[in-house]
Nanobody, 121 residues
Framework: QVQVVESGGDLVQPGGSLRLSCAAS????????MGWYRQAPGKQRDLVAR???????DYADSVKGRFAMSRDNAKNMAFLQMNSLKSEDTAVYYC???????????????WGQGTQVTVPS
């Protein structure tokens, strides 16, 4: 079975840095895009960053210049380097992977369980 798991969430002081990791595992044929969403309490889940299989990235305006997404295709992993953290970045961060299983010809979006990032004000 395919599984996507995030890790690395923590409590970080304003201005600090944190790196989140996302690992996809299982019988995977290929992974297209991967990305990160976040959801603050009482708020909608919003896209933070995404990266294509070729390494092209897109970021939400709120994190441009502070966050950087990367991936390691050999390990089926993606990362979110978070710098200059603000209290507004406090949220549960969810990773997704658009991937095709070994037994399938179709891509599907798999989601991780979320990891908490807290930046006190």
């Amino acid at each position: 079975q395919v599984q996507v798991v995030e890790s690395g969430g923590d409590l970080v002081q304003p201005g600090g840095s944190l790196r989140l990791s996302c690992a996809a595992s299982g019988s995977i044929r290929s992974i297209n895009a991967m990305g990160w969403y976040r959801q603050a309490p009482g708020k909608q889940r919003d896209l933070v960053a995404r990266i294509t299989s070729g390494g092209t990235t897109d970021y939400a305006d709120s994190v441009k210049g502070r966050f950087a997404m990367s991936r390691d295709n050999a390990k089926n992993m993606a990362f979110l380097q978070m710098n200059s953290l603000k209290s507004e970045d406090t949220a549960v961060y969810y990773c997704y992977a658009d991937l095709t299983m070994s037994s399938s010809a179709y891509s599907y979006r798999y989601w991780g369980q979320g990891t908490q990032v807290t930046v006190p004000s």
